[in-house]
């Protein structure tokens, strides 16, 4: 277990101690952008590789006696959490990919409008659900890692984005949420259902099916008993 705790750390710290803080903006100067991103890419794949390697080698502690409620819970929400990934990859910002800036009510588009960082956001839900549907310490490490990471990663994105895009990322916040749907409930923003593109919504359902399929053959485990 003491592996995992490290691996964790070590984790957590190359992307929160350095990725989220002023850190990074420093070893920028010194080492440049070229090699800072290839150190940083480096740290973290060492750091990932660890990571799954000492939890699937930790001890079996279990915290509690987890429901087949919470299996069918993940189960079911996992395809959002496929198609948060998938349409993160497939939907460009108009906020950043146009020279000339968008009328407001157009900044943000398709899965953008529901939440400015839906990667990270899927990557949570994954976490999460997978963190209740197994209840034992490595599960709440190995999970609660991710989980700690991607939700903090939102905020440290937008700070990092106001920093890069000034004013015009400000004006982004105005209209968009980073909790999902938050903009659309307060008014400032319009969930659009044709712009969520039902070929991204078929692409997440075909790998979560392929995924579900394999599932026990790469992690051992049966979600569906």
């Not at 995992?4 to 990074?24: D, K, M, N, P, Q």
């Not at 740290?43 to 006696?65: E, K, N, Q, T």
């Not at 709440?140 to 905020?155: D, E, P």
């Not at 968009?176 to 991204?200: M, Y």
Request: glycine share 8%; hydrophobic share 55%.
């Amino acid at each position: 277990m003491l592996q995992l705790i490290l691996a964790c750390a070590f984790f957590l710290g190359v992307h929160l101690g350095i990725s989220g803080t002023s850190l990074r903006y420093r070893l920028i100067e010194i080492l440049g952008e070229k090699l800072y991103r290839q150190s940083f890419s480096a740290a973290a794949l060492v750091g990932l590789v660890w990571l799954i390697f000492a939890w699937r080698s930790a001890p079996y502690l279990p915290l509690w006696d987890s429901p087949l409620t919470f299996r069918y819970l993940a189960v079911l929400l996992m395809p959002l959490a496929f198609y948060l990934g998938v349409a993160a990859f497939t939907t460009k910002n108009p906020a950043l990919t146009t020279q000339v800036e968008p009328p407001a009510d157009q900044l943000a588009v398709g899965v953008l409008r529901i939440t400015r960082h839906p990667l990270m956001w899927g990557i949570a839900l994954w976490a999460g659900l997978h963190l209740l549907a197994n209840g034992d310490w490595a599960a709440i490490l190995f999970f609660g890692t991710f989980l700690t990471l991607a939700v903090k990663g939102t905020f440290d994105l937008d700070q990092k984005r106001l920093k890069e895009h000034g004013e015009r990322w400000q004006r982004y916040l105005a209209v968009t949420s980073n909790l999902p749907f938050q903009a659309i409930l307060q008014g400032r923003q319009k969930l659009v259902w044709k712009e969520l593109g039902w070929w991204q919504i078929a692409l997440a359902l075909g790998l979560y099916a392929g995924l579900l399929h394999a599932h026990a053959q790469l992690f051992g485990a049966a979600p569906l008993g």
